[in-house]
Structures are given as C-alpha cells and as structure tokens.
C-alpha cells in the first residue's frame, strides 16, 4: 500500500510542481484580466469531465464490473466504443454550436466575449476524446497495480502549456491563449501515447484484440454486465463529482462578476487541489483496488484497517496543509504568482479565496477515503444521494454569500459543502465505526504538531510580511 500511495503521491508532485510552473508563467505573461478568464473558461468544462472520470467515478463502477465479467476483452472493448462514440458526437456539436456552449457555461459575459471565447471553448473540448481514452488505459493499467504511468503522465499536459507561453510570449493576449488552447490538445495526444506503450509493455493489448474478435462473432451475451456497469457508473459520477461540479460552479457565478474574478478562483483552487491530490486523491486511488477486494471476500477486518492506517496518515498531512494555507495564504501568492502581470491587487483578492477554499480541504480529503467504502460494497446510488445534497447545499449559500463575498463567498460556500458531504458519508459508513478509528493516542500527538506549526508559521509570516 505505501508503495502504491508513494508512487502516485511522487507523480502528483512531479505534475503539480509543472502545473505551478505552468500558472506561474500564466499569471506572469496574461495576469488576472478577461483573456485569462477566457481561457479558465475554456479549459473548465473538459477539465470538468476529467476530474469526474480521472478521480473515481469511471474507475469506480469500470473496475467492479471488469473484475466480475466472464468476457472481459469483449466487456472491455465494448465499452470503450460506445463512450468513445458519445464522447466523439457530443466534441462535434461543440464544435459546431461553440457560441451556444459557451454561453451556457458563461452566462454572465457579454456577447462580444463569448463570441471570441467560443473558439477556445471548442478547441479545449477535444482534449475530452484523448483524457478519456486515458483514463480507460489507466483503470486496466490499475487493475494490474500499475500506478506510475498515470500518476506522471499528467505532467506532459502542463509541459505542453509551458511550452505553447514561451512560444507565445510577447504576442497578443488573444493569440496567447489560443497557443495554449491547442497545447491543451496537445498534451492529451501526449498522455495517450505513453498510456498505449504502458499497455503494450503489460501485454494488456491483448484484450483489444480479443475483444474485437469476439464482437464480430457475436459470441458472447453482455446485456447483464452492461446493465451492471452503467447502473453504477451514473451513480458514480453523481457521487464523485461534488468537488468538481462545485468548482464549475463558482467559475460560472463569477463570470456575473467583474473580470479577474474567475482567473483568481481558479490560481486559488490550483493550490487547494495540490494537497487534496498530492494525499487524499493518491491515497484513495492506490487502497480501492484493495478495499474492494477485501470487501468482496467479507474480510471486513482488513478493510477497516486500511481505511483506519489512510485515516490517519490524511487527518495529519492535510491538517498540516489546511493550517499552513489559512495562515500563509497571502504569502503563497505572493511567492508564486505576483510578478509580471499579476499585481499586489490580484495577490491580495486571490489569497482571500485561498483561505476560505482550505477551510473545505479536511471534509473533502477524508471523505474521498470512507466514499471507497461505499463503493466497495456497491453503494453508488447512496454515495450519489449525499453527493446530490451537499451539492444543493453549496448552490444556495453560493447564492447567499456571492453578493458580500463576492468570489470568496463562492469558495466558503464550496467548503461548507464539504462537511455536509463528510458528515453524510461518515452516517452512511457508520457513526460507531467512525469513532473507533479516531479514538487513539495518536490524536494527542496531532493536537500537539498543529500547535507547533502554528507558532511557526506566525513567526514565519511575520518575517516574510517584512519584505511583502
């Protein structure tokens, strides 16, 4: 488990240290203004579908069902046809009909923007076709514990930015963010091609084949494990997607806000997905396959104390960060973004969102473990329920905090969804078996490290103020 957990904790890591340097380069070169915006946009909604497949949902209801398929090449290929059918004709009518997607996605700009910000939306979006195909190579290279490819391969993504802003440097804003737009593409062209070689090098290609050959002879019946699979799966998505969705939210609501706004929401969610990723995402990935299949074989035993070891190695590492991001959240933007075009004004704004979005970095982290749980044991239908009520609960204070908050009521309110969605996933799994896990000595020693770290900090930001 420590290995697996490492492996894709390293991988983050090496992914994210790019991305910063990816959004480093961005605020530096575009700043926080409308073609920022325009680009977050952009890039939001197949960003949107990646983060729902890539962190569970598909994982989630495909590994199950694959694992219990009598036919698994036919299973296999079957599947990924259909998704990649839908996915292909669903890019094709945003390519066409850019103007209206983009206007759904952004209401609140005016029709002169979203005119030039559909071109970029339609761009984006075929990065689903390559992230998808991805995502389905990752889920069988998971099924043999191989982890490192798609931990690393998110790197390339924000190589490929990288590239297309240096490129692009001292060029027009607008020609800037259309470089960026194809290098998105790019990157998951990119991503594939390392994905394929990982599957040639496990002989995994042999599924394709079969499966192809079994298709053409009609031989097999897979009516019963489709059903299986979708009927999970939508629930799935539903159940996983809270995060994601709440996010898509916010950069919705601030396009009604001035422009700057949706470039500072997503440099502060940048820094809050980096140690929801680099531990509760990483952690979460490499323990399913385990949990599920403890769980499968009634060894409850086991599973409890997995979750137990990933409860508290989570609860110290994300305590940790969730501390030192509320009360350095000026300083980190300071020290990544504000040089270039990014001003004092924009670090001040964006640090404001930074903290209220770590108040939320606990409940979500730890609920991504205990949802596994539910998964397990095929509960998708209950993890989607919660999902949908924490999700109803961040709309309205969104609605609520948005006028006196402005973008940092957005963030607050994604927070305060978090616990909802922690405190309902914890009923669901069990309220006994909760606190059995969190009663030990090992509480005392947390207590003890937050408060060091916090005289440390303070310390620390008073030096750094100094030079601010």
Not at 281 to 304: G, H, M, Q, R
Not at 328 to 355: C, M, N, P, V, Y
Not at 377 to 385: D, H, M, R, S, Y
Request: contains cysteine.
């Amino acid at each position: 488990m420590i290995k697996s957990i490492f492996t894709n904790s390293f991988g983050i890591l090496i992914s994210r240290i790019f991305g910063f340097i990816r959004d480093l380069l961005t605020a530096s070169i575009l700043g926080a203004n409308i073609y920022s915006d325009m680009f977050f946009v952009a890039f939001k909604l197949p960003n949107l579908f990646r983060r729902i497949f890539a962190e569970g949902a598909f994982t989630q209801s495909f590994l199950p069902s694959f694992s219990k398929s009598k036919n698994k090449s036919a299973f296999t290929i079957y599947i990924l046809i259909r998704f990649l059918i839908i996915i292909s004709i669903l890019t094709i009518l945003v390519t066409i009909f850019d103007t209206f997607f983009t206007k759904l996605i952004a209401m609140g700009f005016s029709e002169k923007i979203i005119k030039e910000a559909a071109p970029l939306v339609a761009i984006n979006f075929y990065y689903l076709i390559f992230i998808f195909c991805v995502t389905f190579l990752a889920t069988l290279l998971q099924y043999k514990n191989h982890f490192a490819t798609t931990a690393f391969s998110t790197a390339l993504l924000n190589i490929s930015i990288i590239l297309s802003l240096l490129i692009s440097k001292g060029a027009q804003p607008k020609i800037i963010v259309f470089y960026m737009s194809y290098a998105v593409v790019i990157g998951g062209i990119l991503q594939l091609f390392v994905h394929i070689i990982a599957i040639k090098k496990l002989k995994l290609d042999k599924i394709f084949k079969t499966g192809c050959e079994a298709l053409k002879r009609k031989k097999y019946n897979l009516n019963k494990e489709l059903n299986y699979f979708y009927s999970h799966f939508f629930h799935a998505i539903i159940g996983n997607s809270t995060a994601q969705i709440s996010a898509f939210l916010d950069t919705y609501l601030a396009t009604f806000l001035i422009s700057g706004n949706i470039s500072y929401l997503y440099y502060a969610n940048r820094i809050f997905q980096l140690p929801l990723a680099l531990f509760a995402i990483a952690v979460s990935v490499a323990i399913f396959p385990k949990i599920a299949k403890y769980l499968k074989n009634k060894n409850f035993l086991e599973a409890t104390l997995m979750i137990k070891k990933s409860f508290w190695i989570l609860i110290y590492l994300l305590s940790i960060s969730t501390v030192g991001g509320i009360i350095l959240s000026k300083e980190i933007i300071w020290l990544l973004f504000q040089r270039g075009a990014f001003s004092a004004s924009d670090t001040t704004h964006t640090a404001f969102i930074l903290s209220m979005y770590m108040i939320g970095l606990l409940p979500f982290g730890l609920t991504k473990i205990f949802s596994l749980w539910l998964y397990s044991l095929n509960k998708q239908k209950t993890a989607a329920k919660i999902s949908s009520i924490s999700l109803g609960v961040n709309i309205i204070l969104s609605l609520i905090f948005i006028a006196p908050l402005k973008a940092g009521g957005l963030a607050l309110a994604s927070s305060l969804s978090g616990f909802v969605l922690f405190y309902l996933t914890i009923k669901e799994f069990g309220k006994k078996e909760f606190f059995d896990i969190i009663i030990d000595k090992k509480i005392i020693y947390l207590f003890v490290i937050l408060i060091l770290e916090i005289v440390i900090l303070y310390m620390l930001k008073g030096f750094i103020d100094v030079y601010i």
